[in-house]
Protein backbone atom coordinates (compact mmCIF):
# COMPACT_ATOMS: atom_id res chain seq x y z
CA UNK A 1 0.00 0.00 0.00
CA UNK A 2 1.47 2.90 -1.19
CA UNK A 3 0.48 6.35 0.52
CA UNK A 4 1.03 9.84 1.46
CA UNK A 5 2.77 10.19 4.42
CA UNK A 6 0.83 11.85 6.92
CA UNK A 7 2.04 11.77 10.87
CA UNK A 8 5.29 13.88 10.51
CA UNK A 9 5.17 16.06 13.18
CA UNK A 10 7.92 14.87 15.94
CA UNK A 11 6.64 12.45 18.52
CA UNK A 12 7.32 14.14 21.86
CA UNK A 13 9.78 10.97 23.93
CA UNK A 14 7.36 8.23 25.67
CA UNK A 15 6.59 9.09 28.87
CA UNK A 16 7.78 8.70 31.55
CA UNK A 17 9.55 12.25 31.44
CA UNK A 18 11.45 13.85 34.76
CA UNK A 19 12.30 17.87 34.80
CA UNK A 20 15.52 19.04 36.01
CA UNK A 21 14.65 19.41 39.54
CA UNK A 22 13.62 15.02 39.95
CA UNK A 23 16.92 14.87 38.28
CA UNK A 24 19.00 16.65 40.65
CA UNK A 25 16.91 15.07 43.77
CA UNK A 26 17.20 11.64 42.37
CA UNK A 27 21.13 12.63 41.75
CA UNK A 28 21.49 13.73 45.17
CA UNK A 29 20.46 10.81 47.10
CA UNK A 30 22.43 8.62 44.71
CA UNK A 31 25.57 10.71 45.32
CA UNK A 32 25.11 10.51 49.02
CA UNK A 33 24.17 6.49 48.75
CA UNK A 34 21.24 7.29 49.93
CA UNK A 35 19.37 5.12 47.92
CA UNK A 36 17.13 2.52 50.24
CA UNK A 37 15.81 3.23 53.68
CA UNK A 38 13.96 1.01 56.19
CA UNK A 39 13.01 3.19 58.41
CA UNK A 40 10.63 6.47 57.05
CA UNK A 41 12.63 9.04 55.79
CA UNK A 42 11.97 12.21 54.18
CA UNK A 43 11.46 11.21 50.74
CA UNK A 44 9.12 8.23 51.91
CA UNK A 45 7.09 10.08 54.79
CA UNK A 46 7.00 13.19 51.80
CA UNK A 47 5.03 10.97 48.92
CA UNK A 48 2.87 9.10 51.62
CA UNK A 49 1.77 11.76 53.30
CA UNK A 50 1.51 14.13 49.91
CA UNK A 51 -0.24 11.00 48.50
CA UNK A 52 -3.31 10.52 50.67
CA UNK A 53 -3.83 14.45 51.55
CA UNK A 54 -4.25 14.04 47.58
CA UNK A 55 -7.28 11.61 48.17
CA UNK A 56 -8.32 13.24 50.94
CA UNK A 57 -7.03 11.57 53.87
CA UNK A 58 -6.01 8.06 55.03
CA UNK A 59 -2.96 5.90 55.05
CA UNK A 60 -0.80 5.68 52.31
CA UNK A 61 1.87 2.64 52.11
CA UNK A 62 4.93 3.14 49.58
CA UNK A 63 5.97 -0.31 48.17
CA UNK A 64 8.26 -1.39 45.15
CA UNK A 65 5.71 -2.28 42.50
CA UNK A 66 2.03 -2.06 41.72
CA UNK A 67 2.09 -5.78 42.07
CA UNK A 68 3.21 -5.38 45.94
CA UNK A 69 0.31 -3.12 46.43
CA UNK A 70 -2.17 -5.74 45.38
CA UNK A 71 -0.28 -8.75 46.98
CA UNK A 72 -0.44 -6.39 50.30
CA UNK A 73 -3.35 -5.72 50.11
CA UNK A 74 -5.11 -9.00 49.27
CA UNK A 75 -3.02 -10.39 52.50
CA UNK A 76 -3.83 -7.92 54.61
CA UNK A 77 -7.37 -8.35 54.11
CA UNK A 78 -6.91 -12.06 54.98
CA UNK A 79 -7.19 -13.50 51.59
CA UNK A 80 -6.20 -16.65 50.73
CA UNK A 81 -6.22 -20.63 50.33
CA UNK A 82 -10.58 -21.58 49.76
CA UNK A 83 -11.63 -17.63 48.84
CA UNK A 84 -12.24 -16.66 45.27
CA UNK A 85 -11.97 -13.49 44.38
CA UNK A 86 -13.85 -11.04 41.24
CA UNK A 87 -11.37 -9.64 38.97
CA UNK A 88 -11.76 -7.80 35.47
CA UNK A 89 -11.06 -10.14 32.19
CA UNK A 90 -9.34 -7.34 30.89
CA UNK A 91 -6.35 -6.04 33.36
CA UNK A 92 -2.94 -5.94 33.25
CA UNK A 93 -1.92 -9.59 34.17
CA UNK A 94 0.14 -8.21 37.61
CA UNK A 95 -3.25 -7.07 38.44
CA UNK A 96 -4.57 -10.42 38.87
CA UNK A 97 -1.64 -12.58 39.80
CA UNK A 98 -1.22 -11.68 43.35
CA UNK A 99 -4.39 -13.52 43.72
CA UNK A 100 -2.66 -16.49 42.84
CA UNK A 101 0.10 -15.74 45.09
CA UNK A 102 -1.95 -15.10 47.79
CA UNK A 103 -3.17 -18.90 47.53
CA UNK A 104 -6.85 -17.83 46.19
CA UNK A 105 -8.87 -18.29 42.80
CA UNK A 106 -9.35 -15.44 40.54
CA UNK A 107 -12.94 -15.27 38.78
CA UNK A 108 -12.95 -13.61 35.74
CA UNK A 109 -15.99 -11.01 35.19
CA UNK A 110 -16.96 -9.91 31.74
CA UNK A 111 -16.42 -5.97 30.68
CA UNK A 112 -19.47 -3.29 30.47
CA UNK A 113 -19.62 -3.05 26.36
CA UNK A 114 -18.59 0.71 26.80
CA UNK A 115 -15.58 0.80 28.62
CA UNK A 116 -14.62 -2.49 29.58
CA UNK A 117 -14.41 -1.86 33.22
CA UNK A 118 -16.02 -5.16 35.70
CA UNK A 119 -19.92 -5.13 34.58
CA UNK A 120 -21.45 -4.70 38.10
CA UNK A 121 -24.36 -7.35 36.86
CA UNK A 122 -21.86 -9.84 35.55
CA UNK A 123 -20.17 -9.58 38.82
CA UNK A 124 -23.35 -10.26 40.69
CA UNK A 125 -23.37 -13.25 38.65
CA UNK A 126 -20.43 -14.43 39.31
CA UNK A 127 -20.79 -14.46 43.46
CA UNK A 128 -20.35 -17.37 45.23
CA UNK A 129 -20.41 -19.26 48.83
CA UNK A 130 -16.21 -18.63 48.11
CA UNK A 131 -16.38 -15.45 47.19
CA UNK A 132 -14.59 -13.10 49.51
CA UNK A 133 -13.57 -10.14 47.65
CA UNK A 134 -14.14 -7.51 44.19
CA UNK A 135 -10.58 -6.31 42.41
CA UNK A 136 -11.53 -3.91 39.67
CA UNK A 137 -9.31 -1.91 37.65
CA UNK A 138 -10.02 1.51 36.40
CA UNK A 139 -9.39 0.47 32.87
CA UNK A 140 -7.31 2.88 30.73
CA UNK A 141 -8.00 5.62 33.00
CA UNK A 142 -11.91 5.20 33.10
CA UNK A 143 -13.42 4.56 36.35
CA UNK A 144 -15.49 1.67 36.80
CA UNK A 145 -18.96 1.88 37.84
CA UNK A 146 -18.02 2.22 41.74
CA UNK A 147 -21.44 2.66 43.06
CA UNK A 148 -22.85 -0.20 41.73
CA UNK A 149 -19.80 -2.62 42.75
CA UNK A 150 -19.70 -0.90 46.27
CA UNK A 151 -23.94 -1.98 46.64
CA UNK A 152 -23.21 -5.16 45.39
CA UNK A 153 -20.22 -5.46 47.72
CA UNK A 154 -22.01 -4.35 50.80
CA UNK A 155 -24.90 -6.62 50.19
CA UNK A 156 -22.81 -9.59 49.66
CA UNK A 157 -19.95 -8.89 52.31
CA UNK A 158 -16.90 -8.39 50.19
CA UNK A 159 -13.89 -6.50 50.15
CA UNK A 160 -13.61 -3.98 47.52
CA UNK A 161 -9.85 -3.20 46.32
CA UNK A 162 -9.59 -0.84 43.52
CA UNK A 163 -6.84 -1.04 41.02
CA UNK A 164 -5.40 2.92 40.22
CA UNK A 165 -2.73 2.11 37.96
CA UNK A 166 -4.55 3.29 34.86
CA UNK A 167 -6.35 5.78 36.40
CA UNK A 168 -4.21 8.38 39.09
CA UNK A 169 -6.76 11.35 39.81
CA UNK A 170 -9.57 10.03 37.57
CA UNK A 171 -12.79 11.12 39.16
CA UNK A 172 -16.38 9.81 39.50
CA UNK A 173 -18.94 12.20 40.65
CA UNK A 174 -16.51 14.38 41.36
CA UNK A 175 -15.04 11.61 43.56
CA UNK A 176 -11.61 10.33 43.41
CA UNK A 177 -10.87 6.64 42.58
CA UNK A 178 -9.01 5.04 45.40
CA UNK A 179 -11.48 6.62 47.87
CA UNK A 180 -14.56 3.89 47.52
CA UNK A 181 -12.91 0.83 48.19
CA UNK A 182 -11.24 -0.74 51.08
CA UNK A 183 -7.97 -0.52 49.54
CA UNK A 184 -6.57 0.89 46.52
CA UNK A 185 -3.02 -0.22 44.73
CA UNK A 186 -1.68 2.38 42.44
CA UNK A 187 1.42 1.42 40.36
CA UNK A 188 3.84 4.26 40.26
CA UNK A 189 6.19 2.43 37.41
CA UNK A 190 7.09 1.80 34.34
CA UNK A 191 4.84 4.50 32.17
CA UNK A 192 2.11 4.94 34.58
CA UNK A 193 2.05 8.76 34.88
CA UNK A 194 3.06 8.57 38.60
CA UNK A 195 6.39 7.43 37.51
CA UNK A 196 9.22 6.30 39.62
CA UNK A 197 10.49 3.88 37.38
CA UNK A 198 9.37 1.37 39.62
CA UNK A 199 7.47 1.63 42.72
CA UNK A 200 3.40 1.42 43.79
CA UNK A 201 1.23 2.74 46.60
CA UNK A 202 -1.20 1.20 48.51
CA UNK A 203 -4.03 3.73 49.87
CA UNK A 204 -6.52 2.81 52.68
CA UNK A 205 -8.63 4.38 55.56
CA UNK A 206 -8.33 1.48 57.38
CA UNK A 207 -5.79 1.89 60.05
CA UNK A 208 -5.56 -2.26 61.09
CA UNK A 209 -5.17 -2.98 56.77
CA UNK A 210 -2.48 -0.81 56.81
CA UNK A 211 -0.37 -1.74 59.60
CA UNK A 212 -0.86 -5.20 58.36
CA UNK A 213 0.39 -4.47 54.94
CA UNK A 214 3.09 -2.90 56.78
CA UNK A 215 4.20 -5.72 58.88
CA UNK A 216 4.25 -7.60 55.42
CA UNK A 217 6.37 -6.11 53.92
CA UNK A 218 8.43 -3.42 56.18
CA UNK A 219 10.36 -5.29 58.53
CA UNK A 220 12.26 -3.81 61.67
CA UNK A 221 12.16 0.03 60.98
CA UNK A 222 9.70 1.28 59.43
CA UNK A 223 6.81 -1.72 61.11
CA UNK A 224 8.44 -0.27 64.55
CA UNK A 225 7.37 3.44 63.36
CA UNK A 226 3.84 2.03 61.44
CA UNK A 227 2.76 -0.44 63.46
CA UNK A 228 0.97 0.49 66.64
CA UNK A 229 -1.92 -2.50 67.14
CA UNK A 230 -0.79 -4.41 70.13
CA UNK A 231 -1.07 -7.26 68.67
CA UNK A 232 0.84 -6.94 66.07
CA UNK A 233 3.75 -5.03 67.12
CA UNK A 234 5.46 -7.86 68.24
CA UNK A 235 6.02 -8.91 65.00
CA UNK A 236 7.75 -6.04 63.90
CA UNK A 237 11.27 -6.97 64.29
CA UNK A 238 10.17 -10.20 61.75
CA UNK A 239 7.69 -8.67 59.59
CA UNK A 240 5.59 -11.34 57.96
CA UNK A 241 8.46 -12.73 55.34
CA UNK A 242 8.65 -9.95 52.04
CA UNK A 243 10.39 -7.10 51.23
CA UNK A 244 8.27 -4.65 49.21
CA UNK A 245 9.84 -1.63 50.35
CA UNK A 246 9.94 1.22 47.85
CA UNK A 247 12.84 3.54 47.03
CA UNK A 248 13.91 6.82 48.17
CA UNK A 249 15.40 7.21 44.48
CA UNK A 250 11.75 6.10 43.41
CA UNK A 251 9.54 8.30 45.59
CA UNK A 252 11.32 11.88 44.53
CA UNK A 253 11.06 10.88 40.79
CA UNK A 254 7.63 9.68 41.47
CA UNK A 255 6.84 12.45 43.92
CA UNK A 256 7.91 15.17 40.92
CA UNK A 257 4.77 13.61 38.71
CA UNK A 258 2.53 13.74 42.15
CA UNK A 259 3.29 17.45 42.53
CA UNK A 260 2.10 18.42 39.29
CA UNK A 261 -0.50 15.74 38.72
CA UNK A 262 -3.61 17.96 37.96
CA UNK A 263 -1.20 19.78 35.25
CA UNK A 264 -0.24 16.50 33.80
CA UNK A 265 -3.60 15.14 33.76
CA UNK A 266 -4.95 18.28 31.93
CA UNK A 267 -2.18 18.89 29.08
CA UNK A 268 -2.83 14.54 28.17
CA UNK A 269 -6.71 14.90 28.51
CA UNK A 270 -6.32 18.27 25.88
CA UNK A 271 -5.27 16.21 23.88
CA UNK A 272 -6.69 12.96 23.87
CA UNK A 273 -10.60 14.70 24.32
CA UNK A 274 -9.29 16.47 20.74
CA UNK A 275 -7.88 12.81 19.33
CA UNK A 276 -11.26 12.11 20.69
CA UNK A 277 -13.44 15.03 18.85
CA UNK A 278 -11.73 14.34 15.59
CA UNK A 279 -12.04 10.22 15.40
CA UNK A 280 -15.85 10.48 16.69
CA UNK A 281 -16.69 12.20 13.41
CA UNK A 282 -15.55 9.25 11.55
CA UNK A 283 -17.52 6.27 10.41
CA UNK A 284 -15.34 3.24 11.23
CA UNK A 285 -13.00 4.09 14.12
CA UNK A 286 -14.63 4.66 17.67
CA UNK A 287 -12.68 6.66 20.20
CA UNK A 288 -13.14 5.35 23.47
CA UNK A 289 -16.47 6.61 25.65
CA UNK A 290 -16.12 8.85 28.94
CA UNK A 291 -19.59 8.35 31.02
CA UNK A 292 -20.75 11.91 31.69
CA UNK A 293 -20.02 11.59 35.51
CA UNK A 294 -16.69 10.74 34.85
CA UNK A 295 -13.33 12.16 34.83
CA UNK A 296 -10.83 9.90 33.08
CA UNK A 297 -7.44 10.21 35.04
CA UNK A 298 -4.23 8.58 34.53
CA UNK A 299 -5.20 7.75 30.56
CA UNK A 300 -2.65 5.17 30.31
CA UNK A 301 -3.55 3.87 26.92
CA UNK A 302 -6.00 5.63 24.73
CA UNK A 303 -7.77 2.52 22.99
CA UNK A 304 -10.08 3.52 20.10
CA UNK A 305 -12.41 0.26 18.57
CA UNK A 306 -13.07 -0.73 14.93
CA UNK A 307 -16.60 -1.08 13.87
CA UNK A 308 -16.63 -3.52 11.47
CA UNK A 309 -20.21 -3.28 10.64
CA UNK A 310 -20.21 0.46 10.08
CA UNK A 311 -17.36 -0.18 7.80
CA UNK A 312 -18.07 -3.31 6.24
CA UNK A 313 -14.98 -3.20 3.51
CA UNK A 314 -12.40 -2.73 5.94
CA UNK A 315 -10.60 -5.25 8.90
CA UNK A 316 -8.57 -3.81 12.01
CA UNK A 317 -5.61 -5.23 10.98
CA UNK A 318 -6.02 -3.12 7.49
CA UNK A 319 -6.83 0.07 8.84
CA UNK A 320 -3.71 0.03 11.19
CA UNK A 321 -1.57 -1.37 8.79
CA UNK A 322 -2.80 2.03 6.30
CA UNK A 323 -2.22 4.10 9.66
CA UNK A 324 1.45 2.81 10.36
CA UNK A 325 2.68 3.31 6.82
CA UNK A 326 1.46 6.95 7.19
CA UNK A 327 3.85 7.62 9.95
CA UNK A 328 1.04 6.57 13.43
CA UNK A 329 2.14 4.54 16.10
CA UNK A 330 -0.91 2.34 16.19
CA UNK A 331 -0.95 -1.25 16.87
CA UNK A 332 -3.79 -3.74 17.58
CA UNK A 333 -4.32 -4.63 21.37
CA UNK A 334 -1.83 -7.17 22.76
CA UNK A 335 -2.80 -8.28 26.27
CA UNK A 336 -5.47 -11.10 25.62
CA UNK A 337 -8.15 -10.82 28.25
CA UNK A 338 -6.50 -13.01 31.17
CA UNK A 339 -9.01 -15.72 31.27
CA UNK A 340 -7.76 -16.66 27.72
CA UNK A 341 -3.89 -16.84 29.39
CA UNK A 342 -2.22 -19.95 29.54
CA UNK A 343 -1.74 -19.56 33.49
CA UNK A 344 -5.20 -19.19 34.58
CA UNK A 345 -6.74 -21.35 31.90
CA UNK A 346 -4.57 -24.59 32.94
CA UNK A 347 -4.95 -23.06 36.71
CA UNK A 348 -8.71 -23.25 36.14
CA UNK A 349 -8.47 -26.77 34.62
CA UNK A 350 -6.27 -28.13 37.49
CA UNK A 351 -3.45 -28.81 35.50
CA UNK A 352 -0.92 -26.13 36.14
CA UNK A 353 2.65 -28.20 35.61
CA UNK A 354 3.43 -29.46 39.39
CA UNK A 355 5.46 -26.90 41.60
CA UNK A 356 4.38 -23.94 39.54
CA UNK A 357 2.64 -22.59 42.15
CA UNK A 358 3.44 -24.62 45.68
CA UNK A 359 0.32 -22.54 47.62
CA UNK A 360 -2.10 -23.91 44.87
CA UNK A 361 -1.79 -27.35 46.33
CA UNK A 362 -5.44 -28.73 47.41
CA UNK A 363 -7.06 -25.45 46.30
CA UNK A 364 -10.32 -26.02 44.50
CA UNK A 365 -10.42 -23.84 41.27
CA UNK A 366 -13.63 -21.71 40.65
CA UNK A 367 -16.25 -23.88 39.98
CA UNK A 368 -17.54 -22.27 36.32
CA UNK A 369 -16.14 -21.37 33.30
CA UNK A 370 -15.95 -17.99 32.55
CA UNK A 371 -17.39 -16.49 29.50
CA UNK A 372 -16.48 -12.49 29.02
CA UNK A 373 -18.02 -12.22 25.35
CA UNK A 374 -17.54 -8.66 25.94
CA UNK A 375 -13.92 -8.56 27.15
CA UNK A 376 -13.38 -10.80 23.93
CA UNK A 377 -14.98 -8.98 21.38
CA UNK A 378 -13.60 -5.50 22.27
CA UNK A 379 -10.06 -6.79 22.32
CA UNK A 380 -10.83 -8.08 18.68
CA UNK A 381 -11.34 -4.62 17.53
CA UNK A 382 -9.17 -2.41 19.90
CA UNK A 383 -6.69 -0.34 18.02
CA UNK A 384 -4.09 1.58 20.02
CA UNK A 385 -3.09 4.89 19.87
CA UNK A 386 0.28 5.95 21.88
CA UNK A 387 -1.18 7.74 24.78
CA UNK A 388 2.65 7.66 26.12
CA UNK A 389 3.27 10.19 23.83
CA UNK A 390 0.38 12.55 24.42
CA UNK A 391 1.60 14.14 27.72
CA UNK A 392 3.10 17.78 26.23
CA UNK A 393 0.86 20.51 24.02
CA UNK A 394 0.96 18.89 20.42
CA UNK A 395 -2.15 20.00 18.31
CA UNK A 396 -0.26 19.50 15.49
CA UNK A 397 0.82 15.48 16.28
CA UNK A 398 -2.93 15.16 17.47
CA UNK A 399 -4.47 16.34 14.15
CA UNK A 400 -2.15 14.95 11.99
CA UNK A 401 -3.45 11.51 13.98
CA UNK A 402 -6.65 12.20 13.33
CA UNK A 403 -6.01 12.68 9.38
CA UNK A 404 -4.83 9.44 8.86
CA UNK A 405 -7.48 7.86 10.79
CA UNK A 406 -9.63 9.45 8.31
CA UNK A 407 -7.57 8.78 5.01
CA UNK A 408 -7.81 5.07 6.49
CA UNK A 409 -11.10 4.99 6.93
CA UNK A 410 -11.85 6.73 3.50
CA UNK A 411 -9.46 3.94 2.01
CA UNK A 412 -11.84 1.35 3.05
CA UNK A 413 -14.54 2.66 2.90
CA UNK A 414 -16.44 1.41 -0.52
CA UNK A 415 -17.99 4.75 -1.24
CA UNK A 416 -14.90 6.58 -1.46
CA UNK A 417 -12.07 4.36 -2.26
CA UNK A 418 -8.54 6.39 -2.08
CA UNK A 419 -8.23 9.33 -0.48
CA UNK A 420 -10.68 12.48 -0.49
CA UNK A 421 -9.97 15.48 -2.30
CA UNK A 422 -10.47 17.81 0.88
CA UNK A 423 -7.66 15.32 2.41
CA UNK A 424 -5.37 15.78 -0.81
CA UNK A 425 -5.59 19.52 -0.30
CA UNK A 426 -4.99 19.54 3.17
CA UNK A 427 -1.62 17.23 2.73
CA UNK A 428 -0.54 18.51 -0.86
CA UNK A 429 1.30 20.89 0.37
CA UNK A 430 3.21 19.49 2.82
CA UNK A 431 3.73 15.98 1.81
CA UNK A 432 5.08 14.13 -0.80
CA UNK A 433 2.46 11.90 -2.89
CA UNK A 434 4.11 8.54 -3.48
CA UNK A 435 0.95 6.72 -5.23
C1 LIG B 1 1.11 -1.61 35.83
C2 LIG B 1 -0.06 -2.29 36.42
C3 LIG B 1 0.04 -3.13 37.54
C4 LIG B 1 1.34 -3.57 38.12
O1 LIG B 1 2.10 -2.53 38.57
P1 LIG B 1 3.70 -2.69 38.64
O2 LIG B 1 4.11 -1.41 39.25
O3 LIG B 1 4.18 -2.88 37.24
O4 LIG B 1 3.98 -3.86 39.49
C5 LIG B 1 -1.12 -3.64 38.08
N1 LIG B 1 -2.32 -3.38 37.55
C6 LIG B 1 -2.46 -2.61 36.46
C7 LIG B 1 -3.82 -2.33 35.94
C8 LIG B 1 -1.33 -2.05 35.86
O5 LIG B 1 -1.47 -1.31 34.76
Redesign the pocket.
Known sequence: MTQVPIVCAPHPPDWPVYDREAIRAASRLIAEGRTFDYARGDEIARIEDSFAGYHGGGHALFLN??????LSALLALDIGPGDEVLCPAT??V??ITPVLLAGAAPVFVDGDPQTDTMDPEAARASIGPRTRAILV?H?WGHPADMPRLMNLADRHGLAVIE?C??AHGARLGGRLVGTFGDAA?F????G?MISGG???MLLTRDRHLYERACLLGHPRQRSRISVCDPDLAAYANTGLGGNLRGSPVAAVLAQSHLDRLDKLIARKRANLQRLSAGLSGLTGIEPPWTAPEADRGGW?GFHARFNPIALPGATREGLICFMKSAGARVAPATRLPLHREALFRDFRAGCLPDGLLPMRRGVAPPDHVPYCPVSDSIFDRTICFPAGVFHEACPELVDEYIAAAQAAVETFSQRAPGMTQSLRARFSRKHVKTE
Not at 187 to 190: D, I
Request: net charge neutral.
Open positions: SGTSAITFSGTLDSHASLGTKTAGY
